[in-house]
């Protein structure tokens, strides 16, 4: 009896409660409230399908000699308190690429594994690539891709192209 009546008078949002409210406060707050949800739904049927941004986000195909260089990006959904929120690995980018693909000579390759360490898997021959030190996943694409060049640099791929011009 005593007990909802009380919990009545408060009006729970996250992380924030409100002091005791009157009615006509709490009938001016949940017509803002179903303003508010209905601009939400109107904005979501104007928005074009998921499927929409992914065929957007498809870039032409990047190679290095015969390897094909394959960007991945993770999606993350979580809770956000603000709008401006994001995960943390949410402008993760990685590149992943087959070593045997890239052309090099069997020296090469054996300093460029030695260099990458523990990006390189034996068993797929496959060199993987993260990059999480900006916080736009375009410009950690572009990080990841210096980063790849200069592997290729330091194991001396680009020796045989320096030496021929």
């Not at 401006?84 to 993760?92: K, V």
């Not at 034996?122 to 690539?129: A, G, Y």
Request: aromatic content about 8%; charged content about 30%.
């Amino acid at each position: 009896g005593n007990l909802g009546s009380n919990l009545e008078m408060y009006v729970e949002e996250p992380e924030i409660l409100l002091l005791p409210l009157n009615k006509r406060e709490r009938q001016r707050l949940r017509k803002i409230f179903d303003t508010v949800t209905r601009r939400i739904r109107k904005a979501q049927t104007l928005m074009p399908p998921p499927e929409a941004f992914s065929k957007l986000a498809d870039a032409p195909r990047e190679y290095v000699n015969d390897a094909v260089l394959k960007y991945s990006f993770d999606e993350w959904h979580s809770v956000r308190s603000h709008y401006t929120d994001e995960h943390p690995g949410g402008h993760r980018c990685s590149l992943r690429v087959h070593v045997p693909d890239l052309g090099l000579t069997k020296e090469q390759e054996e300093r460029l594994v030695s260099i990458a360490g523990t990006r390189y898997n034996r068993q797929s021959k496959d060199l993987k690539l993260v990059s999480r030190k900006y916080l736009d996943k375009v410009q950690n694409r572009i990080h990841v891709r210096l980063l790849l060049d200069r592997l290729l640099a330091f194991s001396g791929a680009f020796d045989s192209v320096q030496q021929s011009s």
